[in-house]
């Protein structure tokens, strides 16, 4: 797998120190919110960041997951999203925290806001892991990012190419030829 790649974006480390800072800004935010909340994790690409920040929150809460397909050629993302599997808990007055892998057009959040807004929980919030700046427009933001990246085609820690490199445990480039 990593021969795959064309270089390391993040360590390891990083992502894990980052993740324990994260849920202290989430946890922070919400202050005597937090009780309650539910997490609603974006699948597949969210599914290892999730794992690993919600065991560094203290409280109690809920998990809902929500399955987005988004057409896209092999590595541009923004093709059209469409959501496959919705919900199966209720969220109705419920403090809401979305996860995703990463905000890059924002074509995915902003049809998997769009659906929970309409279930009329207490507050909509967003967390990514990744982040690339000036893509997404200004109605489509992270209220809680984990990096700002460049414009490259990232894999790892639950980024895929192909449905694969999920299980690489950093984030990285991969290298243009495999997909160009
Ligand atoms: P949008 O463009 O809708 O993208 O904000 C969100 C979804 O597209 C996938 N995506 C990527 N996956 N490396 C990936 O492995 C990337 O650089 C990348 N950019 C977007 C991802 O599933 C994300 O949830």
Redesign the pocket.
């Given at each position: 797998m990593q021969a795959d790649l064309e270089r390391v974006l993040i360590p390891r480390d990083a992502i894990a120190r980052r993740v324990r800072e994260l849920a202290e800004e989430i946890a922070a935010t919400y202050g005597t919110d937090a009780a309650g909340l539910v997490m609603v994790p974006?699948l597949s690409?969210?599914l290892i960041f999730v794992a690993d920040l919600m065991r560094c929150l203290p409280f109690k809460m809920r998990i809902a997951v929500l399955t987005?397909s988004?057409y896209?050629g092999a590595?541009t993302?923004?093709g059209e999203?469409r959501l496959v599997a919705d919900l199966n808990t209720d969220i109705a007055g419920r403090h809401v925290l979305i996860v995703?892998?990463?905000?890059?057009?924002?074509?995915?959040?902003r049809v998997v806001r769009q659906r929970l807004a309409a279930l009329k929980p207490a507050s909509l919030r967003i967390c990514v892991l990744l982040r690339?700046p000036g893509?997404?427009p200004s109605d489509v933001q992270a209220d809680f990012a984990g990096f700002d990246i460049e414009d490259?085609?990232?894999?790892g820690y639950g980024?895929?190419?192909n449905d694969q490199y999920r299980n690489w445990p950093e984030i990285g480039v991969l290298r243009p030829e495999l997909y160009q």
């Amino acid at each position: 797998m990593q021969a795959d790649l064309e270089r390391v974006l993040i360590p390891r480390d990083a992502i894990a120190r980052r993740v324990r800072e994260l849920a202290e800004e989430i946890a922070a935010t919400y202050g005597t919110d937090a009780a309650g909340l539910v997490m609603v994790p974006v699948l597949s690409g969210s599914l290892i960041f999730v794992a690993d920040l919600m065991r560094c929150l203290p409280f109690k809460m809920r998990i809902a997951v929500l399955t987005v397909s988004s057409y896209r050629g092999a590595t541009t993302s923004g093709g059209e999203a469409r959501l496959v599997a919705d919900l199966n808990t209720d969220i109705a007055g419920r403090h809401v925290l979305i996860v995703d892998d990463i905000l890059d057009t924002g074509r995915t959040l902003r049809v998997v806001r769009q659906r929970l807004a309409a279930l009329k929980p207490a507050s909509l919030r967003i967390c990514v892991l990744l982040r690339k700046p000036g893509k997404a427009p200004s109605d489509v933001q992270a209220d809680f990012a984990g990096f700002d990246i460049e414009d490259a085609f990232v894999v790892g820690y639950g980024l895929d190419y192909n449905d694969q490199y999920r299980n690489w445990p950093e984030i990285g480039v991969l290298r243009p030829e495999l997909y160009q």
